[in-house]
């Protein structure tokens, strides 16, 4: 993890020191962690003239071998969102929003996601292609005008990201050839981590009927390994939402675990 790109602010020179490195080691230059073993450390931060401190409290947990992060994309929507934050709420399961810029009439809906440990995350400003990927600054300030929004609106910095069609598409080429390639080059320098999917639901595509969510699902779910299950609350998304308990049954008995999305979570490219 990148302590630096986790601040709402940049700061020079900001470098750390772990209270126990056999459970969190921090890098030469002070500013990366590696989780070691089980346990808590503190993380004490300094800028290099001293000006600013801060301190960072780390938990290491054991990491599950199987488990299963529900993904949202295109929301928030006054159909679909509230009835999928319901059925998580019921399950006690945490999943990962990428939203898009929300409407005024809709900020109650990304605060409840928020509210409800959930994380909330940038899919874009804009998810027009034609828009977002014609540059390199155009498609950084998609990610960092919401970035900056939900900071103003909800107290939320956000450093987790998805591409619009994820990091692979092709239609990104048509507006500027090759920078997908560039993007993803860049990404880290900027502050941000992405997630692809290795999960779909086929909700944005082949999936036609609640059936063939549940179906896409659970025959693209592997044991032993982390899930990223892509799935859209975008409005009258009625598949998904009456899929959605049917296939948190199948991962629970499964022997799944449901996680959200963290800044530690290792990117499914």
């Not at 092709?170 to 880290?188: A, Q």
């Not at 982390?226 to 049954?249: F, P, W």
Request: proline fraction near 2%; charge should be positive.
């Amino acid at each position: 993890l990148e302590l630096e790109s986790q601040f709402s602010e940049k700061y020079d020179d900001v470098s750390f020191i772990s209270s126990d490195e056999d459970v969190v080691k921090v890098s030469k230059n002070g500013t990366l962690i590696k989780a070691k073993k089980k346990g808590k450390a503190t993380l004490l931060g300094r800028t290099a003239d001293d000006t600013y401190r801060f301190i960072c409290r780390v938990t290491v947990k054991k990491k599950p071998k199987s488990i299963i992060y529900l993904t949202f994309d295109d929301g928030p929507s006054r159909y679909s969102t509230p009835k999928v934050l319901e059925i998580l709420k019921d399950n006690d399961i945490k999943a990962t929003f990428f939203e898009i810029n929300p409407a005024k009439e809709d900020y109650d809906l990304t605060q409840r996601v928020i509210d409800e440990g959930h994380t909330l995350a940038i899919h874009g400003y804009s998810h027009i292609y034609s828009k977002i990927y014609t540059s390199d600054k155009t498609y950084k300030k998609n990610l960092t005008k919401l970035q900056s929004k939900f900071f103003k609106k909800f107290g939320v910095w956000c450093t987790q990201t998805r591409f619009p069609g994820g990091s692979s598409n092709t239609v990104s080429r048509n507006y500027s050839k090759g920078i997908m390639s560039r993007l993803v080059k860049k990404f880290h320098k900027w502050g941000f981590t992405y997630q692809d999917w290795n999960v779909s639901s086929g909700d944005a595509g082949g999936a036609k009927t609640a059936d063939d969510v549940y179906n896409y699902v659970v025959s693209g779910l592997q044991k032993g390994r982390s899930n990223v299950v892509l799935m859209h609350d975008y409005s009258g998304n009625d598949k998904t939402i009456n899929a959605l308990q049917r296939v948190i049954d199948y991962g629970k008995d499964n022997g799944y675990t449901f996680l959200p999305m963290t800044a530690a979570t290792t990117e499914v490219i």
